[in-house]
């Protein structure tokens, strides 16, 4: 099973020409109310496409809350570990510009609230645990006790250092999977992510620090797959994107899924195959509106 130590906020979205400039007031074309964040996406991605899923996390005792909690009950994951607390669920203002490019504000609310004791307890009670996932939206300290936890257990760690955040390396020395956008990997770095020497580089850092697999994603030219002594080009899938919109997260979250199924420890190669998973699962995604009513079944993905 998955288990992902989830930042889980509601998105409010606007459709606008362009992403404003600071200070300017813009009409845009629409606005919409959705179910998202960045661990609750890997989340609802990894269960649409077939893995048993745990979320730990924390919302409001608000409406946002109850609506997230039913949710994902819905989906079928896991809501044992998701707890409430006195601060509002976490809430995210995201602009969509006619080419699908978003730019996103979010406030963590709840999500700061996710205790590291409760966070061990889970990730040492959960059955048949294989992966544990987590990024930098929800309590870093609970995403560094489960980490830990895990590492004790064998259970494989991905961290996605989304968004770029220096607390990043924090979590390096207990990630066995690094997986980082452009941005990240360059703020992470300070290493060019379209350049293969760069990507190497950079990648040499982070194995430095302790993790075992770095991917780097490249939006529409796809990702890259590093190992301590090898590098590998994952293609995208050619698709016309209309919105971008938890790409990355339903990357990480199809990757999840994929090496939940792995008995053991994953090799370089099933590293690779995974993130071919991962880029169909996204590719579909782009091509649709939102965060959660993007996410694919893995019917949807076969048929794509
Ligand atoms: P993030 O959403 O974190 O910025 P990326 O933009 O790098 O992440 O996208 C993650 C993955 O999603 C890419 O590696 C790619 O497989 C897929 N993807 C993203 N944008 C596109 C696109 N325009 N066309 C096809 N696949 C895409």
Not at 34 to 59: D, F, P, T
Request: charged letters at 20%; hydrophobic letters at 45%; a negative charge.
């Amino acid at each position: 099973s998955v288990a992902v130590v989830a930042s889980l906020n509601v998105d409010h979205i606007v459709r606008a020409p362009r992403i404003p400039e600071p200070g300017e007031t813009l009409l845009g074309f629409s606005t919409s109310r959705e179910l998202g964040g960045k661990g609750g996406n890997q989340a609802v991605a990894a269960a649409r496409l077939g893995a048993s899923v745990a979320v730990l996390g924390c919302v409001g005792q608000d409406e946002d809350g109850d609506e997230y909690r039913q949710a994902l009950l819905a989906e079928g994951v896991d809501v044992t570990h998701v707890r409430r607390s006195a601060s509002p669920t976490g809430r995210a203002a995201i602009t969509v510009d006619a080419e699908g490019v978003n730019s996103i504000v979010v406030v963590a609310g709840a999500n700061a609230d996710i205790p590291a004791d409760a966070a061990e307890t889970a990730i040492s009670d959960l059955p048949e645990l294989r992966v544990v996932v987590g990024q930098l939206e929800a309590a870093v300290a609970a995403t560094e006790r489960a980490f830990a936890t895990a590492r004790a257990r064998g259970v494989l760690t991905v961290l996605n250092t989304a968004p770029a955040d220096d607390v990043a390396v924090k979590l390096l020395p207990l990630s066995d999977v690094v997986v980082s956008n452009e941005i990240e990997f360059r703020q992470l770095t300070g290493q060019d992510p379209f350049d293969a020497d760069g990507v190497r580089r950079g990648s040499a850092e982070l194995f430095a620090a302790g993790c075992h697999w770095v991917i780097v994603t490249l939006g529409a030219e796809g990702c890259a797959v590093l190992d301590a002594s090898s590098s590998t080009q994952v293609p995208a899938v050619a698709v016309r994107a209309v919105d971008t919109t938890a790409a990355g997260d339903s990357f990480v979250g199809a990757l999840a899924a994929r090496l939940a199924e792995i008995p053991g420890e994953p090799t370089t190669a099933d590293v690779v195959d995974a993130c071919g998973f991962a880029a169909k699962v996204a590719a579909v995604v782009v091509t649709r509106h939102g965060a959660h009513p993007s996410l694919p079944t893995l019917a949807e993905v076969i048929d794509a």
